[in-house]
Structures are given as C-alpha cells and as structure tokens.
C-alpha cells in the first residue's frame, strides 16, 4: 500500500491569504528549497468558544468561533506544533472572519492546557496580559495576524500552542472553526533564508 504524508500543498485560496499578507509566494513546480525560506500551515487541532453567559456550557463542536465583549465571549484554538524548533522568522495565526468589524479582536496566549470537548467559560484556562490587535476584519476573507511575540514566549518543550481570541466590543464577532474545514484557523510558521526573502516552500499540516 502507497504511504501518504500528512503535509500536502497548500490550497490556492490559502496561499492566496498567505501572499496578500506578505508571507509566501506559490510555490514552482521543481523550486528548490536550499537556504530559502519556507513556510508549514499547521490546522487547528481543537477549537472552541466559551460565554460568560453560559458558564457551565461547552461550544467544541460549533462550526463558529464567537468573540464578544458583553455578555463576555472568548475563543480558544491549539495548534501541535513547535515554535521553538528550527530557525523560525514570523509566527502568522490565519483567521476567517463570517462577520465586518472595525475593532476587530485581541490574540493572547493561553497558558495551560485544556480539552476542546470539556472547556467551558467556568473552567477556562487564564490568558496572557500581554495582546496583539488583529485589526480589522472584512466579512468572508482571511485576516493574518502576527503573533510572533506572543509565541516568543511559548516553552521549548512545547509541541503545541494555545492562542485565544478577545474582544472589548459589544458588537459579537464570528469566525470559521476548525468543523469548518477549508476555513479552518491556521498557524503558519516561517522558518528559514535571509530576512526580506518570500517563502517558496508551502506545506500544510491537518
């Protein structure tokens, strides 16, 4: 029986994402990738939403992510991959946003462990002081937020990250889970080549 690896291209309309964003150019057929850049798009591997107004109630099987300030709503994404290992250059997390919003939301890191299936408001793991702005975010369209500083503080030993997702908005925001499929959330690694270079390998990982 043929082996299949669990990395394969990346879909156009990932790589497209990744381009608009500065992060990648397609990949050539046959490109060579000695001393240059290249890039793994990891997907969320558990994915889920907690509210404040449901404290006892788990949201892991949702296809949305919900963020919002009031009643106080917040996402949660973990991502198996190590940011530690290899030269890494940018740590980019990929999002779909399904709604319009000029607030947009703030990316913290989360630092201890939790289940997609048990996580719920009441239980939720704390979150990082320290945030990063996603800035606007337009309805059916990816938005690419650096999160590099955030996972500079991840351990060495970690072979994944946990990132989430706030918002002091009243205006609820909603962005495509991990059920979603193709819109899954994404962390996109940048390892490698001489800074200003554009990736030219592009993997993704399920």
């Not at 990395?7 to 964003?21: C, G, K, Q, V």
């Not at 296809?63 to 973990?78: E, F, I, N, Q, S």
């Not at 939790?114 to 719920?120: K, L, P, S, V």
């Amino acid at each position: 029986m043929r082996k299949t690896s669990a990395r394969h291209s990346l879909p156009a309309a990932i790589l497209a994402a990744l381009f608009l964003a500065g992060l990648a150019a397609p990949a050539l057929p046959g490109a060579t990738l000695d001393r240059q850049p290249t890039i793994r798009a990891v997907r969320a591997k558990a994915d889920a939403f907690v509210s404040g107004a449901k404290r006892e109630t788990n949201f892991g099987r949702a296809d949305d992510l919900k963020v919002d300030g009031a009643p106080r709503v917040r996402a949660y994404m973990r991502f198996n991959v190590n940011v530690k290992s290899g030269d890494v250059r940018r740590v980019n997390l990929l999002l779909w946003s399904r709604t319009t919003s000029r607030a947009g939301c703030q990316v913290r890191l989360v630092y201890d462990p939790w289940r997609e299936r048990a996580i719920t408001f009441a239980n939720a793991p704390e979150l990082s002081p320290d945030s990063i702005a996603s800035g606007p975010l337009k309805a059916h369209a990816w938005k690419a937020v650096d999160v590099t500083s955030l996972t500079d503080q991840v351990s060495g030993d970690d072979d994944s990250v946990s990132l989430a997702l706030t918002t002091g908005s009243t205006r609820s925001l909603e962005l495509a889970s991990r059920e979603s499929g193709l819109h899954a959330p994404r962390l996109v690694v940048v390892r490698g080549g001489r800074e200003g270079e554009l990736p030219t390998g592009s993997t993704e990982t399920p």
